[in-house]
């Protein structure tokens, strides 16, 4: 069987999330599980790239990798002892899980067997920026002026609510 | 002017000519992989030396001058007793964490140094979002930081991370917004394009003002952001011994020590890069005779020349300001930077929508 380089690269990719996110959860230590979340969105900024996709693994690489883990560590740095471990699951709570976990990958499996996909191929060269810029910010049909500046409103409430409750009264 | 893709195809057909499609392009990686870090290490020898010197010179000393002429084998020597030094295991230590934060450092930084344009044709990563890219993986070293000072146990390095973890964070702010003003200056991100429209004018001196702020705010929060003085805070030798890598012995320390120096080059060479037009001779608009004199000299002595007087300006900065208390950096960042970095982005959206620039 002839592999090309890009599936070995693929397959590599795909390893690396299937074991950092089983990683993740069964690790005892919070610090060691972002740790290995942040090896999880290394590698799905990976796929972006093999997909040619740069400005979304990019984005993947600044907001998640260099924004919401930073915010994760910092967070476990101000609030969680040395030596913190996680206590030991109650029987209930492990099946609990558990039953949630495959319910979940089901309904993706389910998907991802009906749903067709289009052809598999890689599509030769990047996206213009310019073409993503005018999706993001376009009113037309397939344009996403709407949902962004929602978000925004959205970030800008989080923001005030933080305040609310940090300042000092 | 000297076009080095004729080199790089050349490597590329004989490659392709020896090996099956596939294969040469491995071996292309592996090749550009061990250009970049031999390119890596070497720079960032030069530039401790340089470090020592010009810190010398600005203190009244004479520096290095044993070993070698004038102390320049001085860091090479450092180098060897570097590697042979023994890694320590320190007990009570995230073992795993402690060993992989040196690592995520030194990636990050090699990451970004791929990304440079280094002369005409010598570019490594050369996305259509690039210097976003750049910022992107720059960003990744935080996170190394701030593993390297929880891992180790130890309050200082805890303190240490704390610091350089908000210190960076807010930076970077500063840096990409000065960075977003030259990108809509320049309407690209891609850095070869970048270098590529400043070749009838640098863009410091055809943005003018706002190009100009822009410069002065890159600077500083680059500065910032490498953690080097006045903004060395998060290793202050006389409050936290080394910060976040006290802990640290033999080549892992040697790691923190290296993406140090280079993420000193890399803040240097964009700064180079985005407003002094990266590998681009000085090209005045009308005077022919002096452009064709100016691209006689081979464009990766311009990059190096613009890339050497930047560094020399950040070293400056290091030698000549006293170090600032942790709520003066923040508060120059958020209070001052910030707002001005908008109005500044601002400003040159103004200038860019009614052509107000050269």
């Given amino acids: 069987m002839e592999i090309s380089l890009q599936e070995i690269v693929f397959f590599i990719l795909a390893a690396v999330i299937v074991v950092c996110s089983v990683l993740a959860v069964t690790t005892k230590r919070i610090l ?138 | 002017m000297f076009d080095f893709a004729v080199v790089t195809e050349w490597v590329d057909g004989l490659l392709r000519s020896w090996l099956p499609e596939s294969w040469a392009v491995l071996a292309e990686f592996f090749l550009i992989g061990l250009c970049l870090l031999l390119a890596y290490a070497v720079i960032a020898l030069v530039l401790i030396l340089a470090e020592r010197k010009v810190c010398a010179y600005f203190q009244c000393r004479l520096g290095p001058n044993r070993v070698g002429p004038w102390g320049l084998t001085q860091s090479v020597a450092d180098m060897f007793k570097m590697l042979i030094k023994e890694l320590i295991q320190v007990r009570h230590v995230d073992n795993f964490l402690f060993n992989l934060a040196p690592y995520i450092v030194i990636i990050s930084s090699v990451l970004a140094f791929g990304c440079i344009p280094y002369a005409k044709g010598l570019e490594i990563i050369d996305f259509n979002v690039g210097i976003f890219f750049l910022l992107a993986v720059s960003s990744i070293g935080i996170v190394g930081i701030l593993l390297a000072g929880w891992s180790s146990n130890n309050k200082y390095s805890l303190i240490g991370a704390m610091r350089s973890g908000a210190q960076m964070i807010s930076y970077e702010l500063s840096i990409g917004l000065s960075i977003l003003t030259m990108v809509v200056f320049s309407g690209s991100m891609q850095l070869s394009t970048i270098v590529e429209s400043q070749a009838d004018g640098w863009f410091l001196f055809r943005g003018h003002i706002p190009a100009f702020i822009a410069f002065i705010v890159y600077l500083i929060a680059g500065t910032a952001e490498t953690n080097r003085g006045p903004f060395d805070l998060p290793e202050a030798d006389s409050e936290l011994t080394a910060g976040y890598h006290t802990e640290y012995s033999g080549m892992h320390f040697g790691f923190f020590y290296l993406a140090e120096f280079l993420n000193m080059f890399i803040v240097a060479s964009v700064a180079a890069t985005l407003f002094l037009g990266g590998w681009m001779p000085l090209h005045i608009p009308g005077w022919e005779g002096f452009n064709a004199a100016m691209d006689w000299i081979p464009s990766i002595f311009w990059f190096i020349g613009k890339v050497a007087v930047m560094i020399f300006i950040i070293m400056w900065f290091k030698w000549t300001f006293p170090r600032l208390r942790i709520d003066q950096l923040l508060r120059l960042e958020w209070k001052y930077l910030l707002p001005l970095n908008l109005c500044n982005l601002l400003l040159m959206v103004i200038v860019v929508v009614f052509n107000l620039h050269f």
């Avoid at chain 1, 495959?102 to 073409?131: D, N, Q, W």
């Avoid at chain 1, 005018?134 to 009113?139: D, Y």
């Fill in chain 1, 32 to 169: 060691r599980s972002a740790t290995h979340l942040l090896f999880v969105l290394f590698a799905t900024a990976g796929i972006y790239f093999q997909l040619n996709y740069s400005f979304l693994g990019a984005v993947q690489l600044t907001v998640y990798a260099g924004g919401i883990i930073v915010l994760y560590v910092f967070s476990i740095l101000l609030t969680s002892p040395e030596g913190d471990h996680a206590e030991k699951l109650m029987r209930g709570k492990f099946f609990a899980g558990l039953v949630a976990a495959l319910a979940g990958a089901a309904v993706c499996i389910f998907i991802m067997v009906t749903h067709s996909f289009g052809a598999y191929r890689i599509i030769p060269g990047e996206i213009p920026m310019k073409e993503i810029g005018h999706a993001l910010m376009g009113t037309e049909r397939y344009q996403y002026l709407l949902p962004f500046e929602l978000i925004s409103v959205l970030l800008l409430a989080c923001i005030v609510g933080g305040i609310m409750i940090a300042r000092k009264r």
